[in-house]
């Protein structure tokens, strides 16, 4: 067979529109189930972004995501919607899924509660503020960053108010974006775009440290932000990857990486992704373990997938990086790039374009 040829026969059966760009030597790591459109395009629309991202229920197999028309999709396993529901404004940021309830926050202002099978509203809160991450659910409480610098803490089986912690945001402009609330034990982490780090108490919100983490730079935001036994690690804009002592703060290492935004945790490595370079860490001491080029603009955190490291591209594409090595081994294009979070189930991940097409990829 030709390589033109091979080629061919591994890109068959893509629906029309999607391409795969295959690094010589091709790779066959997934196959594309179906490709479900929810979004209608806008007249003027040029360059839709679709920042709200997916996730998926690994009971029912029910993958989520919230669109920027406004749109709250559940879609089955095979493809078929099981429900919706439409809010105020558009979904930026990943749903979260916790026992039979799946929470997802808004542009406008509010925080939701549905019913994982039927869709029936549990609750809403209105913090007035866009809701800006995906929420964390540790201990009864659901924790989301607003984009206006506001940690909420609310009671997840109730929506109640319990408390909320909100820092200056700093004057002039920030990076679009936040870094999700994480968790350890009793302490509550949070990241704002004044570069600082604070450790709050999970039960009542009381401060237990706060450490400005950036660099000095034009935009000081800590946008990614991951926890893992003793260590906290963080992506400052302004030109670093740290990791930090949860306990009281105190750095451990920095690496130094201009732009960086995202972190994710996986296989002893910590994986920072910035404005041009996805680069492998060692979680012990920071040293790079390998880097590989972006090739598009940074969207949601990279998500590990077994052997394989997922890396949303933007109009870059859905990127597969070996996670041992960084090699890119494939691409997945849908003609208008990925910018939100990709959701993971066993062995199949939901993607969502960023013109609104819902894709189910399952990994070979």
Same mark, same amino acid.
């Given at each position: 067979?030709?390589?033109?040829?091979?080629?061919?026969?591994?890109?068959?059966?893509?629906?029309?529109?999607?391409?795969?760009?295959?690094?010589?030597?091709? $790779?066959?790591?997934?196959?594309?189930?179906?490709?479900?459109?929810?979004?209608?395009?806008g007249a003027l629309e040029t360059a839709p972004l679709e920042l709200g991202?997916?996730?998926?229920?690994?009971?029912?197999?029910?993958?989520?995501?919230?669109?920027?028309?406004?749109?709250?999709?559940?879609?089955?396993?095979?493809?078929?919607?099981?429900?919706?529901?439409?809010?105020?404004?558009?979904?930026?940021?990943?749903?979260?899924?916790?026992?039979?309830?799946?929470?997802?926050?808004?542009?406008?202002?509010?925080?939701?509660?549905?019913?994982?099978?039927?869709?029936?509203?549990?609750?809403?809160?209105?913090?007035?503020?866009?809701?800006?991450?995906?929420?964390?659910?540790?201990?009864?409480?659901?924790? $989301?960053?607003?984009?206006?610098?506001?940690?909420?803490?609310?009671?997840?089986?109730?929506?109640?108010?319990?408390?909320?912690?909100?820092?200056?945001?700093?004057?002039?402009?920030?990076?679009?974006?936040?870094?999700?609330?994480?968790?350890?034990?009793?302490?509550?982490?949070?990241?704002?775009?004044?570069?600082?780090?604070?450790?709050?108490?999970?039960?009542?919100?009381?401060?237990?440290?706060?450490?400005?983490?950036?660099?000095?730079?034009?935009?000081?935001?800590?946008?990614?932000?991951?926890?893992?036994?003793?260590?906290?690690?963080?992506?400052?804009?302004?030109?670093?990857?740290?990791?930090?002592?949860?306990?009281?703060?105190?750095?451990?290492?920095?690496?130094?990486?201009p732009t960086a935004s995202r972190v994710a945790l996986g296989d002893g490595?910590? $994986?920072?992704?910035?404005?041009?370079?996805?680069?492998?860490?060692?979680?012990?001491?920071?040293?790079?373990v390998w880097s590989s080029p972006l090739g598009g603009a940074p969207g949601?955190?990279? $998500?590990?997938?077994?052997?394989?490291?997922?890396?949303?591209?933007?109009?870059?594409?859905?990127?597969?990086?070996?996670?041992?090595?960084?090699?890119?081994?494939?691409?997945?294009?849908?003609?208008?790039?990925?910018?939100?979070?990709?959701?993971?189930?066993?062995?199949?991940?939901?993607?969502?374009?960023?013109?609104?097409?819902?894709?189910?990829?399952?990994?070979?």
């Amino acid at each position: 067979m030709t390589p033109l040829a091979l080629v061919l026969a591994l890109a068959a059966g893509a629906p029309e529109g999607l391409h795969s760009r295959l690094p010589p030597p091709p $790779v066959a790591l997934y196959r594309v189930a179906w490709r479900r459109p929810l979004v209608e395009p806008g007249a003027l629309e040029t360059a839709p972004l679709e920042l709200g991202g997916t996730a998926a229920d690994p009971a029912t197999g029910i993958a989520f995501c919230g669109t920027r028309d406004g749109w709250f999709h559940a879609v089955r396993p095979d493809g078929t919607v099981a429900w919706e529901f439409k809010a105020d404004g558009p979904f930026t940021a990943p749903p979260a899924i916790d026992g039979d309830t799946v929470y997802a926050g808004s542009a406008d202002g509010r925080l939701y509660a549905f019913a994982v099978a039927t869709g029936k509203e549990r609750w809403r809160y209105d913090g007035q503020e866009e809701m800006g991450t995906r929420p964390l659910i540790a201990g009864g409480t659901v924790f $989301v960053m607003s984009l206006q610098n506001t940690l909420f803490a609310i009671d997840a089986r109730t929506g109640a108010w319990k408390w909320h912690h909100r820092r200056k945001g700093r004057e002039g402009f920030s990076i679009r974006g936040a870094a999700g609330a994480v968790a350890r034990g009793g302490t509550v982490y949070a990241a704002y775009s004044d570069g600082f780090i604070a450790a709050l108490g999970a039960a009542n919100g009381q401060v237990r440290w706060e450490r400005q983490v950036a660099p000095a730079g034009d935009y000081l935001d800590v946008d990614g932000l991951q926890v893992e036994g003793s260590r906290l690690y963080a992506a400052a804009y302004s030109g670093a990857v740290l990791a930090l002592d949860a306990e009281n703060g105190a750095p451990v290492w920095a690496f130094r990486a201009p732009t960086a935004s995202r972190v994710a945790l996986g296989d002893g490595l910590v $994986v920072a992704v910035t404005a041009s370079e996805v680069y492998g860490l060692s979680s012990s001491t920071g040293q790079v373990v390998w880097s590989s080029p972006l090739g598009g603009a940074p969207g949601a955190d990279p $998500v590990f997938a077994g052997r394989w490291l997922v890396v949303p591209a933007v109009q870059g594409g859905l990127r597969f990086l070996e996670a041992a090595t960084g090699r890119t081994l494939r691409v997945l294009d849908p003609g208008s790039g990925v910018a939100g979070a990709p959701g993971l189930n066993g062995g199949r991940i939901y993607v969502l374009s960023n013109v609104g097409d819902l894709f189910a990829i399952d990994l070979s």
